[in-house]
């Protein structure tokens, strides 16, 4: 589950790394192995909570993969989970005005005498409206590149991380945690080719060089939620010295990229599934109450 760097849109279908590390498996362990892509393009990680429990709970998987770091960037860079705009918005919740109120309320009790409460209410009527509700967390500064900024963010990536968590082991699914590649630039050709400078991160408030260093960040904070959780980590971003050819804008990966993820993926996935038959059985609900 992830962003676009996990749904390998332009990666070739038999290439992408979900479906092969899934052969790969196969044909290491001898078992039959169903690998699903549930990610997309634009989705940070409560959007991947979200599916995780409403898409891919009723599909009873084993494990479930999770890389998110780019996409939270971009959101909460700007405002916070529940605040985004656009497409991609998780709520989009009204105050209603007095007015609105009033109407709702003769139209259910007294509907005979709305026409009277509306023209009465006209003179104060329009000192209560009010623009779509925004969940809003603490003020933050506005430059994402600022270290109380990035913390703050960084608080709300790790809460995130730690619900998906909790949610996956509710439902009996074993998660994993894995960290995202970005690749640096080191010419001219390929800083043009930067995702920030084509993408512009769904136009946050952070430069190039805030984002190598928060994204960084969330990388870290990937490897302390998995080491206090005690899930499984799959650290990608240290497990190859990654290269432009590996990715085609910093971030996304080619179908060589994606075959080196795969491999990645399956060498540290085998040793798991392998232990399958010392899985401990399921929590008993009746006891745990």
């Known amino acids: 589950m992830g962003g676009s760097t996990t749904e ?27 690998g699903i892509n549930a990610a997309r393009s634009g989705n940070n990680s409560m959007h991947s909570l979200l599916l995780l429990l409403g898409k891919v709970v009723p599909l009873r998987p084993d494990y479930v993969v999770l890389m998110e770091a780019t996409n939270d960037i971009g959101t909460l860079s700007k405002a916070d989970y529940w605040s ?16 609105q109120s009033i109407r709702i309320l003769t139209n ?19 000192l209560f409206r009010a623009s779509p509700a925004r969940a809003g967390f603490a003020s933050r500064p506005k430059t994402a590149g600022t270290k ?33 590649v970005r690749v640096r630039a080191r010419s001219q050709a390929e800083k043009r080719d930067d995702f920030l400078n084509r993408e512009r991160l769904g136009s946050a408030r952070i430069n190039s060089e805030d984002f190598a260093t928060t994204h960084q960040y969330f990388n870290s904070i990937t490897r302390k939620v998995a080491s206090s959780k005690k899930v499984l980590l799959i650290d ?11 990715v085609y804008d910093a971030i996304h990966f080619t179908d060589q990229g994606s075959t080196k993820v ?28």
Not at 155 to 164: A, C, G, K, N, V
Request: proline share 6%; with cysteine; charged share 30%.
């Open 8 to 34: 390998c849109l332009y990666v070739s279908p038999k290439n992408r790394f979900p479906h092969l590390t899934a052969r790969k498996l196969e044909t290491a362990l001898d078992l039959k192995i169903n």
């Open 84 to 99: 985004q705009t656009g497409p991609k918005r998780i709520v989009d919740v009204q105050k209603i005005s007095l007015d």
């Open 148 to 180: 109380r900024k990035r913390e703050a963010m960084g608080r709300e990536f790790s809460s995130m991380l730690r619900t998906f968590v909790d949610v996956a082991r509710a439902w009996h699914i074993k998660p994993i945690l894995m960290t995202q």
């Open 108 to 126: 259910s009790l007294i509907p005979y005498t709305s026409d009277l409460v509306s023209r009465s209410s006209s003179p104060i009527k329009n």
């Open 236 to 246: 990608l971003a240290d497990a190859h010295d990654w290269s432009y050819g590996d």
């Open 262 to 289: 795969a491999e990645v993926i399956a060498a540290k996935l085998e040793g798991e599934i392998s232990r399958r038959g010392q899985i401990e059985p399921l929590d008993d609900p009746i006891a745990e109450n």
